[in-house]
């Protein structure tokens, strides 16, 4: 299936910028978007079952259905070191918040390469790919 | 001025190590350099301690081609490009408990620039403090700086040493994970595999994982006594005895070094910085699990 239409913007975005300099300047502003969830979705201590697993930044998801059948995306990051973590929780909640379930179930953890690049290091990149599955399996989750 | 919050912890050598607090009481200083190294190339344009310069691990301390460091040539480059010379006390910090820090510190001693500390608990104790960040990038004079020959004999080992040591049942320790040292994984937790075809450690190699020697909640070294407790008393290893210290690619085994040196004054201690990527993949080399 094809990347959802928004997502595929921003990795054809990110793929334009050559220069690691602009492409870590687009990350950071990103970052700088991050909305943690909100206190009417889940306050601390967050509930294990929202950790993902193997994140070194302690990266939390939700995926909450919407009436008209469509999640929206949460995500909270503990680790002030988190940056990676928070902007790729800002790309995933402005790219497929608003989607069916179905769409959002067929991203693959492979979006991580692609965005971060020479960002991406040893463990890092292991944690990145878990934001993404663990998005993933909340989304099979809620299919109907 | 003395640094109170070390100087209470009992280490051998208390001048390497300084507290954030001193830092801040520094920030000022001309003679003082901050330098941040990470694992996470996002995290120093994301925000640094104001008039920290950044060196990066990959990109700054290692040879572009062969698997070494840089050379005299690249290390008086990069002392020119963040402004230090023989004089200026360059202060380390970065993420994951110094980890990066100390390497960049041990690579550092390869040239002699002895005049080095480590920032007791990092970005992370920093950050959990509250104190000022920054994204802007201190602009420098490229400085004059003497580099002499890299001289790797005090503080770095290499495999055929690590053969004949490990053959004369010389002090090991491997500072990898337990499942890493046991053999029934060849890479950290959560970590990629990154190559080795045999698991295990180095024959009589003592397991004490790195990150025992730091309180996790904000990164800073244990005091010496609890140090002590870890490595001479449970593990049995002794200060006098000639240690090698191994990891994977000699990253995680310079915190320990670092730790082993200074803090707990073991009179000879280098770094295998071959490591298991290389040691775990060498024809013939004994191994045990």
């Known amino acids: 299936m094809a990347v959802p239409q928004k997502l595929q913007a921003v990795l054809d975005l990110f793929a334009t910028f050559s220069d690691p300099a602009d492409r870590t300047s687009l990350l950071l502003s990103y970052a700088d978007q991050f909305k943690e969830v909100p206190r009417e979705v889940a306050t601390r201590p967050f509930g294990q079952e929202h950790l993902v697993p193997h994140c070194e930044s302690e990266a939390y998801v939700w995926a909450l259905r919407q009436p008209d059948g469509t999640l929206k995306l949460h995500f909270a990051v503990e680790n002030p070191s988190g940056v990676s973590a928070r902007a790729l929780g800002a790309i995933l909640d402005r790219s497929l918040s608003g989607l069916p379930p179905e769409q959002i179930a067929e991203v693959t953890p492979d979006i991580v390469e692609q965005i971060f690049r020479q960002n991406i290091s040893m463990g890092k990149g292991m944690g990145l790919m878990s934001m993404v599955q663990a998005v993933r399996s909340l989304a099979n989750a809620a299919r109907t | ?289």
């Open chain 2, 1 to 289: 001025m003395p640094d109170t919050a070390i100087a209470s912890r009992g280490y051998a050598n208390p001048d390497v190590l300084v507290s954030t607090e001193w830092v801040a009481a520094h920030l000022n200083n001309p003679s003082i350099r901050l330098v941040e190294s990470n694992e996470d190339t996002l995290l120093y344009p994301s925000g640094h301690i104001p008039g920290a310069v950044h060196v990066d691990w990959t990109t700054d301390l290692n040879d572009p081609l062969r698997r070494d460091y840089i050379t005299r040539e690249g290390f008086r480059a990069l002392m020119s490009r963040i402004g230090a010379t023989r004089d200026t006390t360059v202060v380390f910090y970065g993420d994951k408990n110094n980890w990066w820090a100390c390497y960049a510190f041990w690579v550092f001693q390869l040239f002699g620039h002895a005049n080095a500390k480590i920032m007791d608990g990092g970005r992370l104790k920093w950050e959990k403090e509250g104190r000022p960040m920054t994204r802007e990038v201190p602009s420098l004079a490229p400085a004059e700086y003497e580099a002499p020959e890299r001289n790797d004999a005090p503080v770095r080992v290499f495999r055929e040493q690590v053969l004949k040591h490990a053959e004369t049942k010389g002090q090991l320790v491997d500072v990898r994970s337990p499942e890493e040292y046991s053999g029934t994984r060849m890479h950290m937790p959560d970590y990629p595999n990154e190559g080795a075809l045999r698991g295990g450690h180095i024959p009589g190699a003592k397991s004490v994982p790195w990150a025992k020697a730091a309180n996790p909640e904000d990164g800073t070294f244990r005091p010496a006594a609890e140090l002590e407790a870890l490595y001479l008393q449970t593990n049995g290893l002794d200060k006098d005895k000639p240690t090698i210290a191994y990891c994977r690619i000699g990253e995680r085994s310079s915190h320990t070094w670092f730790a082993l040196k200074y803090l707990l004054g073991f009179k000879n201690v280098k770094n295998y910085d071959g490591s298991w990527t290389e040691w775990g993949n060498s024809v013939g080399l004994p191994i045990e699990k």
